[in-house]
């Protein structure tokens, strides 16, 4: 009875668990003439400490991160639980502080769609606004280190296929991608019409935003960027996505490729996150 005691009284005195501490998601609205918006909403995730004074000087390796469609920049931080996520990998020390930006990378396909690429007619310029204005303005809003080497890109869906086009295609801004679900080889599918347009030019639009199409004569002229992607077991793109581990393992490419139970829903996306975001920022560190 005595020892009971003593063990209860001892476990109502044990420290509750330490959380966590938390960074800040904050919302703003960028022009966006490359898209004809007036304004764009972009989410940007800042690590804990970000606005201690004390680390005025620190900056930070910065991790774009794109939605699928339909979506928007609120899906990683709402579905996505990405902040949450990010919090506890650096409580950890799994992953070095970094700054998030959550972009809406919609377009003017059926529900916004775009495939993060430039539409054929100009008129909606997805692939522009991400790779210049948006970085640029992170770039000069934000303490971030502003080389390649610390400047990575993970997505899931169509933004899984435009991390590894971001990375393959974008070598001077991003040396890191991870991709989960993505399609590898662009078909003609939903959405796509106001993006690709007629033939014959829908083709080519595709194939020039296709890894498997083109990846091995782009791999031949980089250094070696951090490829990560994953896919479920279940998911339409799963096939596609062994062939493109199937071809960079030919090609003696180093990456890591991961296929685990699971289908194309959040479920799979929150629970692979923290996968994605150690393997991007496994060379990063702040300053």
């Not at 009284?9 to 800040?24: N, R, S």
């Not at 991390?163 to 599918?189: E, Y």
């Not at 091995?216 to 996505?241: K, M, Q, R, W």
Request: one cysteine or more.
């Amino acid at each position: 009875m005595i020892a009971a005691l003593l063990l209860a009284a001892a476990l109502a005195t044990e420290a509750p668990a330490a959380t966590p501490a938390k960074g800040t998601l904050t919302h703003y609205q960028i022009d966006a003439p490359e898209v004809r918006d007036p304004k764009r909403d972009v989410r940007v995730y800042t690590p804990p400490g970000y606005d201690d004074p004390a680390m005025a000087r620190r900056r930070y390796p910065v991790i774009y991160v794109l939605h699928g469609w339909p979506g928007s920049e609120g899906n990683w931080p709402n579905m996505g639980h990405a902040a949450e996520t990010a919090d506890s990998l650096i409580a950890s020390g799994r992953i070095p502080p970094v700054v998030l930006v959550f972009p809406d990378g919609r377009g003017k396909g059926l529900l916004g769609r775009s495939l993060y690429i430039d539409s054929y007619d100009g008129q909606s310029k997805v692939e522009t606004f991400m790779t210049h204005r948006l970085v640029s303005w992170v770039d000069s809003t934000f303490r971030t280190i502003r080389s390649p080497e610390d400047r990575g890109v993970i997505g899931l869906s169509d933004g899984g296929t435009a991390a590894i086009n971001f990375v393959l295609q974008h070598p001077d801004l991003f040396g890191a991608c991870g991709s989960h679900s993505a399609d590898l080889r662009l078909t003609k599918g939903m959405g796509m019409g106001g993006v690709i347009g007629p033939e014959p030019g829908a083709t080519k639009l595709l194939e020039a935003h296709s890894p498997l199409v083109y990846a091995a004569d782009a791999l031949a002229h980089l250094d070696t960027p951090v490829i990560y992607f994953d896919c479920g077991a279940d998911d339409e793109s799963a096939a596609e996505n062994r062939e493109f581990d199937a071809m960079l393992t030919k090609l003696h490419v180093p990456h890591t490729y991961h296929e685990f139970p699971g289908t194309h829903e959040w479920k799979y996306w929150r629970s692979h996150l923290p996968g994605s975001l150690e393997a991007v920022t496994a060379r990063m560190h702040d300053e």
